[in-house]
């Protein structure tokens, strides 16, 4: 696949968040099916469930794991965790190797310290195309861009429980039916043609490490939702905009416009210093950042 056509297949109007933007109501459907879950007879570290979202091309499979850890009442040091802070949707990403090995849960300090490596051993010929490329990847994934409706998901699930000894044990995949869901579809051209210049993104495929940010960012939205409109007693219900997986993936791309030289590191720390959480790139910079790629409608 040429630049060109990488360039057309990529290319992409600045975004909105709003309620009548495009991506509200496929993050409403999406929050939504984790909503529905069958959680019956489930707790965070007793009895949990894993269901399968995503197997890549090279065999990678990626599960939700749930209930969380924010969905139990009382935190692992054993103090009560306040009402207002038990989000029972929680879930996380579970990522297993072709030969099933379980890769480590990752945080957002371990996907940005993968992309600052990952950013260290690419061709400098290739680095500025290569991270522009991906930072606009992230921007479509942030948008949900790239997210093609499923009428029925077809999966397998298994639970796992916690015994007192400390074991874990799985029971056998079983096959369910679940609801209609959004699935993130990335154009495999565009991923074969990153992966030709970096095959590997943290002991992952670039497919498996989109993926795994896809479900983390995908919690977020579920978190802040239910914070929004189960939680804060407001009056009226404030959708959440920006905030959850766009002001998440928003920050990976500021931190690849660090990298590209585009945004002063220190605007990046002096937002988690002022206790922020994320730093999300402004339009000005996503301009910059996705040069040729994101563009004024």
């Given at each position: 696949m040429s630049t060109k056509d990488?360039?057309?297949?990529?290319?992409?109007?600045?975004?909105?968040?709003?309620k009548t933007s495009e991506s509200h109501d496929?993050?409403?459907?999406?929050?939504?099916?984790?909503?529905?879950?069958?959680?019956?007879?489930?707790?965070?570290?007793?009895?949990?469930?894993?269901?399968?979202?995503?197997?890549?091309?090279?065999?990678?499979?990626?599960?939700?794991?749930?209930?969380?850890?924010?969905?139990?009442?009382?935190?692992?040091?054993?103090?009560?965790?306040?009402?207002?802070?038990?989000?029972?949707?929680?879930?996380r990403p579970k990522l297993y190797s072709p030969e099933k090995k379980e890769h480590k849960d990752m945080t957002f300090g371990d996907i940005w310290a993968v992309i600052f490596k990952t950013s260290e051993i690419l061709d400098k010929n290739a680095k500025e195309e290569i991270l522009r490329m991906f930072a606009t990847i992230l921007y479509r994934m942030a948008f949900m861009h790239d997210y093609n409706e499923i009428n029925t998901f077809k999966t397998v699930e298994r639970d796992i429980t916690y015994e007192a000894d400390g074991s874990v044990l799985f029971s056998d995949e079983r096959e369910n039916e679940l609801p209609s869901l959004l699935k993130y579809v990335p154009n495999p051209q565009v991923l074969a043609h990153i992966t030709e210049n970096c095959s590997e993104w943290g002991q992952m495929s670039l497919e498996g490490f989109l993926f795994y940010n896809e479900l983390l960012?995908?919690?977020?939205?579920?978190?802040?939702?239910?914070?929004?409109?189960?939680?804060?007693?407001?009056?009226?219900?404030?959708?959440?905009?920006?905030t959850g997986r766009i002001n998440t993936l928003l920050t990976h791309i500021r931190i690849l416009g660090s990298i590209l030289g585009d945004v002063p590191l220190s605007n990046i720390f002096n937002d988690f210093a002022n206790q922020k959480g994320v730093s999300p790139a402004p339009d000005d910079e996503i301009l910059s950042i996705c040069k040729d790629y994101v563009i004024l409608s």
């Open positions: 990488i360039k057309s297949t990529l290319a992409v109007p600045l975004s909105k968040s709003g496929k993050r409403v459907k999406n929050i939504g099916w984790i909503e529905h879950l069958e959680r019956t007879g489930l707790e965070n570290r007793v009895k949990e469930r894993q269901t399968l979202i995503y197997t890549t091309s090279s065999g990678e499979r990626l599960f939700i794991q749930y209930p969380g850890k924010e969905s139990a009442k009382k935190k692992r040091n054993g103090k009560a965790r306040e009402d207002s802070a038990i989000r029972p949707w929680d879930f960012i995908w919690n977020e939205d579920c978190k802040y939702y239910y914070r929004n409109y189960h939680v804060k007693n407001t009056g009226k219900p404030k959708w959440i905009n920006k």
